[in-house]
Nanobody, 126 residues
Framework: QVQLVESGGGLVQTGDSLRLSCAAS????????MGWFRRAPGKEREFVAT????????YYADSVKGRFTISRDNAENTVYLQMNSLKPEDTAVYYC???????????????????WGQGTQVTVSS
């Protein structure tokens, strides 16, 4: 089992920045590709960003590319999502997820992830 706990959400204004954190425990962190997803009110959950376990390759949704940065600190078992230039359409509950991967594969589909955090609310006011 992998336990994931997100933090760092909040209420900000358009153009502001936030950094989300996701602390992992329970298994070897470097065995897992990590991802961030979000669910806006009335919408389906959508992919935001992913990072491989040790090579550090990343991939982003087009909607956040150039504004968001995913990173991880394997010594601290933590993955981050730095969000800059926030827009009202970024308002959502943000979820951290872990996907076991033996081949440094990225993951953009929620179904590929076996472990999820409880989510943290991000609200961007206009």
């Amino acid at each position: 089992q992998v336990q994931l706990v997100e933090s760092g959400g909040g209420l900000v204004q358009t153009g502001d920045s936030l950094r989300l954190s996701c602390a992992a425990s329970g298994r070897t962190f470097t065995d897992y590709t990590m991802g961030w997803f979000r669910r806006a009110p009335g919408k389906e959950r959508e992919f935001v960003a992913t990072i491989t376990s040790t090579s550090g390759r990343t991939y982003y949704a087009d909607s956040v590319k150039g504004r968001f940065t995913i990173s991880r600190d394997n010594a601290e078992n933590t993955v981050y999502l730095q969000m800059n230039s926030l827009k009202p359409e970024d308002t959502a509950v943000y979820y951290c997820a872990a996907r076991w991967s033996s081949n440094q594969a990225l993951g953009v589909r929620a179904i590929e992830y076996g472990y999820w955090g409880q989510g943290t609310q991000v609200t961007v006011s206009s």
